[in-house]
């Protein structure tokens, strides 16, 4: 059971809520503390939680703890780094666990995975040596190499390196735990097995019906799956637990785009903009709102929109230019789609991925013989490294009945982005199919 709902929290905070109202400080230990800022934080109160957390840091000045949390506090107000650096050199050589997954943290997001693994393969190293290290006289609780290994996993997976996550959760016997679940669920999605991450999410579901996050994971799992309908439901279940559940509106609009339905859609990536909490969920919801109004007919607003984005950090200006001849394609005016590609190509240099999007937007918008040309022009399968576009390469080839490429693209897209081919190619497939199952389908016979 989550933790928040036992009963022993529930006096915690009913505890600091009285303080609070007679406005004085709980009398609690910092580990309360802490397991209160994560609850408000949790529930996405960021005002709230750094007011616990500054109340926590005056109360017990010597301890890190609070401190720690209030650097990755920053990270996910900020998408910043630069308080949490100046944090982690003011207490370098701190042994306890939240200074190490907040110095991985810091490396996760600027993009340096391998960095942060290095890292931790040395703290692993000491750990297993001697377990006592991951304890300071402020740290209340026993703190084992195993929840150290699974809180690790939750973070690799929370930043979707899911190679490394694996690799850590492997290294944990705390199976039962939810959070081993729900690591072990979005890997088995990101595999391609969906089948077996909404399993695994239905059972924590059971466990924990007012959970919004499961029921969030449940969309996701069930988009991949082209459940459109169900995820749109799963979604409508977490906007009834927190009608401020911004990523819960926004799978709700993303459901409601697939479904064609624009005008809801707009609606709820409205809602969803004033309550995620990331930069990038927000930016990444200005697109998708430009996206809806094009598809709309409020072409004018739509291009605005783009330009909004221009110069943020979410999107490259090559990137916007790729939406912006898009939406020229959508509403036929080739020429200025033409214009705004090589604008693009322009922009983007040697970023064989800008080309690539270009290809998608072709298909999309049902030139599949020249997308299927331009995608055979840039894929090529002894290029290890590409791992983007073989899926949509396939969908060409099947539009265009070549089955023998149909084939041969999806055995390189499943083996290569499980992920990219189960939401691109799963309309294909019977309903409910795992990726892993297509290439044995197809080479069958089965195929009608």
Not at 85 to 90: C, P, S, T, V
Not at 351 to 366: E, F, Q
């Amino acid at each position: 059971m989550d933790y928040f709902q036992s009963k022993s929290f529930k006096n915690v905070l009913r505890s600091y809520e009285e303080a609070e109202a007679l406005h004085h400080p709980a009398i609690m230990s910092i580990d309360d503390y802490l397991d209160v800022a994560d609850y408000y934080r949790a529930k996405g109160h960021l005002d709230k939680t750094e007011h616990v957390v500054r109340q926590a840091m005056a109360l017990y000045p010597d301890s890190v703890l609070p401190v720690l949390f209030y650097a990755r506090m920053t990270i996910l107000k900020t998408d910043s780094t630069q308080a949490a650096e100046r944090i982690l050199k003011e207490h370098k050589g701190c042994g306890v666990p939240e200074y190490h997954l907040l110095r991985a943290e810091v490396s996760l997001i600027n993009d340096k995975p391998e960095a942060a693994d290095r890292y931790l393969e040395k703290v692993w190293r000491k750990v297993n040596e001697d377990p006592d290290i991951l304890m300071d006289d402020n740290y209340a609780d026993d703190y084992t190499p195993e929840e150290l290994a699974l809180d690790l996993a939750m973070l690799f997976t929370d930043y979707q390196y899911y190679d490394h996550a694996e690799k850590w959760l492997s290294r944990t016997d705390l199976t039962d735990e939810d959070d081993y679940k729900e690591v072990e669920a979005r890997i088995a999605m990101e595999r391609g097995e969906v089948n077996h991450g909404e399993h695994i999410i239905r059972e924590l579901l059971d466990g924990d019906p007012f959970n919004g996050f499961y029921w969030n994971l449940l969309a996701d799992a069930q988009m991949h799956h082209n459940k459109t309908a169900d995820s749109v439901s799963s979604s409508e279940y977490a906007i009834a637990i927190d009608p401020k559940d911004g990523e819960a509106l926004k799978n709700k609009a993303d459901g409601l785009f697939r479904l064609g339905n624009y005008e809801e859609a707009l609606n709820y990536y409205g809602q969803a903009s004033k309550h995620l909490k990331s930069k990038s969920a927000r930016e990444e919801v200005m697109l998708q709102t430009a996206c809806t109004l094009n598809l709309l007919g409020r072409s004018q607003e739509a291009d605005e929109m783009l330009d909004r984005l221009m110069g943020k950090d979410t999107y490259s200006p090559a990137d916007i230019m790729v939406f912006k001849g898009h939406f020229a394609l959508q509403r036929n005016d080739i020429d200025e789609g033409v214009n705004c590609f090589r604008e693009a190509a322009r922009l983007a240099g040697d970023d064989k991925s800008t080309l690539l999007r270009m290809a998608v937007s072709i298909l999309d918008n049902g030139y599949n013989v020249t997308a299927f040309l331009f995608l055979k022009t840039l894929l090529i399968p002894e290029d290890e490294d590409c791992d983007f576009g073989y899926a949509y390469l396939a969908l060409c080839a099947y539009d265009l009945d070549r089955k023998d490429d149909f084939i041969e693209y999806t055995e390189i897209a499943v083996r290569r982005n499980p992920s990219e081919a189960q939401l691109v190619l799963s309309e294909i497939f019977p309903e409910g199919m795992d990726v892993a199952d297509y290439v044995n389908y197809l080479k069958s016979g089965n195929r009608q």
